[in-house]
């Protein structure tokens, strides 16, 4: 065999196991994906109800995420007025996921130990304050029968359960989510009571006594490239 072939055979085997290599490692880097949260369309709602000026709505979101997670999200909701009892009806509120169904909120404590079947008791916003809770969806949670807690099994934005869904439409999006030629979208919907503080929770006639905020959010997968370590958009 001439020198020639030679080095032209182990330059072949020399690509291939280097392209192996290259694939295990992308094989090995986790999916990420990125949540977006739409507060401008948070913003024109508050407007258009008049209540720009009173309440401030914000989510404190990571750059990316894996695929299995957030499994929680951390909200604020700002007090801005000087007489408004802003009260959070967690039980009221819920999630809308992507194929249509809605789960109702889980404001988390330290331990979920109670029954996720308890009713909530509202938090209230005194006027000047910021109300910070990490909440999650009732889908989210399940309970481990060696502790008797409710634990998280899955994330907030579950993309994964369409990946082996028995409807096969759900797996096309999934494939096309994966390929980054499609996003998916959720929101929370946010339900708000609200009163004048020195007439209680009934509502004078200057405030609704209930409003209902929508909080959309997108999800979109993100090139393999992202999780590197050097990569300067983490």
């Known amino acids: 065999m001439r020198s020639t072939d ?12 280097i392209s192996y ?12 994906v990125k949540l977006e949260f739409n507060k401008a ?12 000026e009173k309440i401030a709505i914000g989510f404190s979101l990571k750059p990316s995420y894996s695929i299995e997670n957030p499994q929680d999200l951390s909200m604020s909701v700002e007090n801005k007025s000087q007489n408004l009892a802003i009260y959070v009806d967690w039980d009221n509120s819920a999630f809308e996921e ?9 404001r988390k404590s330290p331990d979920i130990i ?18 910070r809770e990490t909440i999650t969806s009732e889908s989210v949670l399940q309970r481990d029968k060696e502790t ?9 934005a579950n993309v994964l359960k369409w990946k ?19 996003i998916f979208s959720f929101s929370l919907d946010l339900v708000l009571r609200l009163a004048e503080t020195n007439l209680g929770i009934a509502s004078g006639d200057s ?9 959309p959010f997108t999800v979109k997968k993100l090139p393999w490239t992202y999780a590197l370590p050097w990569n300067k958009r983490r």
């Not at 290599?21 to 990420?32: K, Y």
């Not at 996720?116 to 109300?131: A, D, E």
């Not at 082996?164 to 494939?175: E, G, K, L, M």
Request: charged share 25%; glycine share 4%.
């Open 164 to 182: 082996t869904s028995p409807v096969r439409a759900q797996r096309i999006q999934f494939n096309e989510f994966n390929d980054r030629k499609r």
């Open 6 to 17: 030679s080095n032209l055979i182990m330059l072949t085997f020399y690509v291939i196991g």
């Open 41 to 52: 369309s948070v913003d024109e709602q508050l407007k258009e109800k008049n209540l720009h």
């Open 114 to 131: 109670r029954d996720l079947g308890v009713s909530q008791t509202p938090s209230l916003v005194v006027p000047g304050k910021t109300l």
């Open 207 to 215: 405030t609704p006594p209930i409003c209902v905020i929508k909080c």
């Open 98 to 106: 992507f194929d249509g169904t809605s789960k109702r909120v889980i």
């Open 148 to 156: 008797g807690t409710y634990v998280p099994k899955n994330a907030v």
């Open 21 to 32: 290599v290259f694939n295990q490692m992308v094989e090995s880097i986790d999916d990420q």
